[in-house]
Nanobody, 117 residues
């Protein structure tokens, strides 16, 4: 059982930046797909960014050019750099780890990001 712990959320003004971190309880193998998702009130959870072992990095159209996902396998940590934040980015952000088997699918508890003036 892998535990994922997100941090770095908070309140930021429009146009500001935040960096989210997701620390895993064990080593993140390069074959794992790491992703960030978000869920706004009253909406379904949606993909924000994903770094795949095969297939590279993908972003939601709404965050392309503003957000960047990265990983440090040695530190078992995945990051989401968020720039030029907009009020519509307000949501709970979740970290996800997927392995080569369906049983390897873990979620963090989420971190709140609020973009407001």
């Amino acid at each position: 059982q892998v535990q994922l712990v997100e941090s770095g959320g908070g309140l930021v003004q429009p146009g500001g930046s935040l960096r989210l971190s997701c620390a895993a309880s064990e080593y993140i193998f390069s074959i794992y797909t790491m992703g960030w998702y978000r869920q706004a009130p009253g909406k379904q959870r949606e993909l924000v960014a994903v770094e795949q072992s095969v297939g590279g990095i993908k972003y939601a159209d709404s965050v392309k050019g503003r957000f960047a996902i990265s990983r440090d396998n040695a530190k078992s940590t995945v990051y989401l750099q968020m720039n030029s934040l907009k009020p519509e980015d307000t949501a709970v952000y979740y970290c996800n780890l997927k392995g080569p088997r369906p049983t390897i699918d873990y979620w963090g508890q989420g971190t709140q990001v609020t973009v407001s003036s």
